[in-house]
């Protein structure tokens, strides 16, 4: 069955940079979109970043364009969220998922705690 | 990208229906079929309910079904359970910067 499982979250400074992964099994990566959304404390959640399953095109909220870069490894099933220049308003449970059809992701993983915080 | 706008609560009595509203703009949910919605439990992860604006992954109850008009999109739980007490999101493509948004956000309350 699909997994996804996310880790690498902390507290950071502000400024500082930090790396998200999404370890996933149960499927091909390769032929999938994979998305990061994120959920600020007492929040809604906000869309972050999208590869898309050519592995390619990549598309960022504007809130983080500059800043993060989403990547992938086919060879370890895994999708990275490089965020760097991070801030206090990036404080939030980052979740991966994975798209069921275009534009619509369906599996989620649990998430992971991103703090910003000096 | 700005967020879909939703009502932020919503009540019903048990067994009631409850409609949720989503309001785009034609830049998403009112020129894309990728409109999906989502029942998110805190400190869990969100499950998606309806995507490509009505159809229901398996699995999920044909108590939840999803439809469009124009800009706006629209969630109705029929017959409520007190386990459908939740945050619900809506969420669309949007050919702004070719990126994805989620709306704000609806509490639903089960009375």
């Known amino acids: 069955q699909v997994q996804l499982v996310e880790s690498g979250g902390g507290v950071v400074q502000p400024g500082m940079s930090l790396r998200l992964s999404c370890a996933t099994s149960?499927?091909?990566?390769?032929?999938?979109?994979m998305h990061w959304v994120r959920q600020a404390p007492g929040k809604g959640l906000e869309w972050v970043a999208v590869?898309?399953?050519?592995?390619?095109?990549?598309n960022y909220a504007d809130s983080v364009r500059g800043r993060f870069t989403i990547s992938r490894d086919t060879s370890q099933n895994t999708v990275y969220l490089q965020m760097n220049s991070l801030r206090v308003e990036d404080t939030a449970v980052y979740f991966c998922?994975?798209?069921?059809?275009?534009?619509?992701?369906?599996?989620w993983g649990q998430g992971t705690l991103v703090t910003v915080s000096s | 990208q700005s967020a879909l706008t939703q009502p932020a609560s919503v009540s019903g009595s048990p067994g009631q229906s409850i409609t949720i509203s989503c309001t785009g703009t034609s830049s998403d949910v009112g020129d894309y079929n990728y409109v999906s919605w989502y029942q998110h439990h805190p400190g869990k992860a969100p499950k998606l309910l309806v995507y490509?604006?009505?159809n229901r992954p398996s699995g999920v109850s044909i108590r939840f079904s999803g439809s469009k008009s124009g800009n706006t999109a629209s969630l109705t739980i029929s017959g409520l359970r007190a386990e459908d007490e939740a945050d619900y999101y809506c969420s669309s493509y949007t050919s702004r910067s070719t990126s994805y948004v989620f709306g704000t956000g609806t509490k639903v309350t089960v009375l």
């Open positions: 149960g499927f091909t990566l390769s032929n999938y979109g």
């Open positions: 590869i898309w399953a050519n592995g390619i095109n990549k």
């Open positions: 490509d604006v009505s």
């Open positions: 998922a994975r798209d069921i059809s275009s534009w619509s992701p369906g599996f």
